[in-house]
């Protein structure tokens, strides 16, 4: 594009029109007709106009009168190239200002988009905390009712404590009577019987007397409701009632193996302890549940074993296993492979909690349809 | 940028006279077109003026031929001082060559002086030129107003500057507008020379350069 400075040349100077006008009225003024063309003719004089040739003019009866008409036409061409230079500044500038404009116009575009992004991202970042806030509020209300069923579990325990330990020794001494009633009663055969009978019937009452009272020992054991803070705990005892319970749970029907070695005791806080060790027993027997027939008879295996003032506990099952695909989210609060509403999915997260808690580590091993294991380390005193 | 056209031998180059409205852009730029006597020159174009402040531009064209036929142009423009020309300084700035900033002495006229200077070096970058390798001269004018900032004032001012010394002028005297011009011409020539083979090519050295594009007619009266 030419710029608003170059040298006009005639065509931008005058149209044809005019030109020929120019040519008519300068002819009239000579006494012989004069024409301004932009190329040289033989006898032409340069139209000059600022240091420029912007033409030639021929004709005219003599040197004088081309050269005076010349002069002439250079005084015209100033005013009209003057418009000329103006007019195409002027336009120049429009056009660089509008340039400016289309380019602000665009970098206002570019922000805008940049800050709608960027409201995106902030709605997402707060979707997400939300998220965090909304799973926070589940997990502390979740922990708080088991905390609260823990309690009332304890409280049950403790009130049953004191009638099972009277009937127990009530139906000590009941037998003891009863043998006394065999030897002042006459020795007929229906007497024989009656007192037989009577004496299994009590026999019986203080076998389910000793069960109720080991289940409470063990109930109280697991929500430890005496221990408030850190104390010494002995994990396999700890085990043992958490055991004890997942049984009554499942009529005694499941197959645990236990391999307690002598560990030493640990500082920890026995609740969370009993309630993460019961989560994690109780996983591996929905495992169990869980499990196709064909990996044989399911089985738990729980061990303890003691490793440079660390406590490791393996607590293993040869049930359905975790997918690949569900591994990384086992953790999560409510992650859950049972049908929602059976109050599970925060097993593992409580336990990892409380392991952190604890300065121990917890890891998980599974095979999908080959079982799962799970290796916690917590540390000694 | 100075525009070179082979098949006519033409050298254009552009020199832009700059600084804050009613320095004396105008007035320079008449003074030299009235004392300079240069081989060529061309006509004095105001364009146009409104309460007799520059609206567009003026223009003044001079040139000289050398013997080896380059037909070499020089053309000098003024800019509107006003804040609200922005953009026609912009595109009277562009491809300049060589920029004379015309500052007004007066002590009340030191910070739109700044203010044009900064607005100058503001566009040069807006247009693609460096000040740093510009031919640049800095001229104070107005010195015959009483009142005016002390010359070694200035002067010291301006010391650590690339731009320094100042010249001094007043152009309604007609005092300090060719010489000036000449620094300018000087530092011009100093850019220009290599890339033109002004003297290699054309036999234009440094002192034929300045002295046929700014011969004035005192000198050619003394
Ligand atoms: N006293 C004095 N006035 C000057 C001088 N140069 C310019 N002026 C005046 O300052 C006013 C503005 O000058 P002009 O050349 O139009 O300024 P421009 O806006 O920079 O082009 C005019 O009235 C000039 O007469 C000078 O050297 N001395
Ligand atoms: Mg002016």
Redesign the interface.
């Known amino acids: 594009m030419r710029s608003f400075e170059d040298d006009p040349t005639l065509d931008d100077l005058l149209t044809p029109e005019q030109l020929q006008r120019l040519n008519h009225a300068l002819s009239a003024l000579c006494r012989k007709p004069v024409t301004i063309t932009p190329h040289r003719q033989d006898d032409a004089v340069a139209v000059e106009f600022n240091l420029e040739t912007v033409g030639w003019l021929s004709g005219g009866a003599s040197p004088g009168e081309r050269q005076v008409a010349s002069e002439l036409v250079s005084f015209l061409m100033m005013f009209v190239a003057k418009y000329r230079l103006a007019a195409n500044l002027h336009h120049d500038t429009t056009e660089a200002s509008y340039a400016e404009l289309q380019r602000q116009n665009e970098a206002l575009k570019a922000s805008e988009a940049r800050y709608r992004e960027l409201s995106g991202q902030l709605q997402q970042r707060v979707d997400e905390q939300v998220e965090v806030i909304r799973q926070t509020q589940q997990e502390l209300y979740e922990s708080s009712r088991l905390r609260s069923v823990g309690h009332l579990a304890a409280g049950v325990a403790h009130e049953i404590n004191n009638p099972i330990g009277f009937i127990s020794s009530n139906l000590g001494v009941a037998r003891d009577y009863l043998d006394d009633l065999r030897g002042l009663l006459p020795g007929t055969e229906a007497n024989r019987e009656l007192l037989d009978d009577f004496h299994d019937l009590i026999g019986e009452s203080v076998d389910g007397a000793k069960r109720i009272a080991s289940i409470v020992s063990d109930l109280k054991t697991f929500s430890s409701i005496d221990q408030a803070d850190y104390t010494l705990c002995d994990v396999n005892k700890l085990l043992t009632s958490a055991i004890h319970l997942l049984q009554t749970e499942y009529g005694h029907q499941l197959h645990i193996t236990e391999r307690l070695d002598d560990i030493p005791k640990i500082s920890g806080h026995p609740g969370r302890l009993s309630q993460s060790l019961y989560n994690l027993l109780d996983n591996a027997a929905h495992a169990l549940r869980d499990a196709k027939s064909e990996n044989g008879q399911g089985r738990i295996l729980v061990k303890t074993t003691a490793r440079d003032n660390e406590v490791d506990i393996v607590i293993q099952d040869n049930g359905c296993g975790i997918p690949d695909a569900n591994r990384s989210q086992v953790f999560d609060a409510f992650y859950t492979t049972r049908p929602v509403g059976s109050g599970a999915g925060l097993g593992l997260t409580v336990a990892r909690d409380t392991v952190r808690a604890h300065r121990g580590t917890i890891k998980i091993d599974s095979r999908e349809g080959t079982g799962t294991r799970v290796s916690l380390t917590l540390p000694g005193t | 940028m100075a525009e070179y056209t082979s098949e006519d031998n033409k050298l ?1 180059l ?1 020199v832009v006279f700059y600084g804050p409205a009613l320095s004396g852009k105008t007035t320079n730029l008449m003074q030299l077109h009235s004392l300079l006597n240069p081989e ?4 004095l ?1 105001v ?2 003026t409104r309460d007799d402040r520059t609206l ?2 003026d ?1 003044l ?3 000289l031929k050398s013997d080896s036929g380059l037909d070499l ?1 020089l ?1 000098l ?1 003024t800019v509107p001082g006003q804040v609200q020309h922005d ?2 300084r ?3 700035l562009s ?1 300049a060559d060589g920029v004379v900033f015309v500052a007004d002495s007066q002590p009340s006229q030191q910070d739109n002086n700044a203010n044009a200077f900064g607005n100058l070096e503001e566009n040069l970058e807006k247009v693609g030129l460096d000040i740093d390798t510009l031919p640049l001269v800095v001229q104070f004018n107005k010195r015959d107003i009483t009142g005016v900032v002390d010359e070694t004032v200035l002067q010291t001012r301006w010391s650590a500057t690339p731009w320094s010394p100042l010249i001094m002028a007043s152009a309604l005297r007609g005092q300090g507008v060719i010489e000036t011009f000449r620094t300018l011409l000087d530092r011009l020539y100093t850019e220009i020379n290599d890339e033109f083979e002004l003297v290699s090519r054309h036999g234009i050295d440094r002192d034929r350069f300045i002295t046929r594009l700014s011969t004035s007619h005192e000198v050619n009266r003394a």
């Not at chain 2, 060529?40 to 006509?43: F, I, L, N, Y």
């Open positions: 254009t552009k060529r020159k061309g006509e174009m364009l146009e567009f531009f223009m064209p001079i040139g142009r053309k423009y953009s026609t912009k595109a009277v491809r």
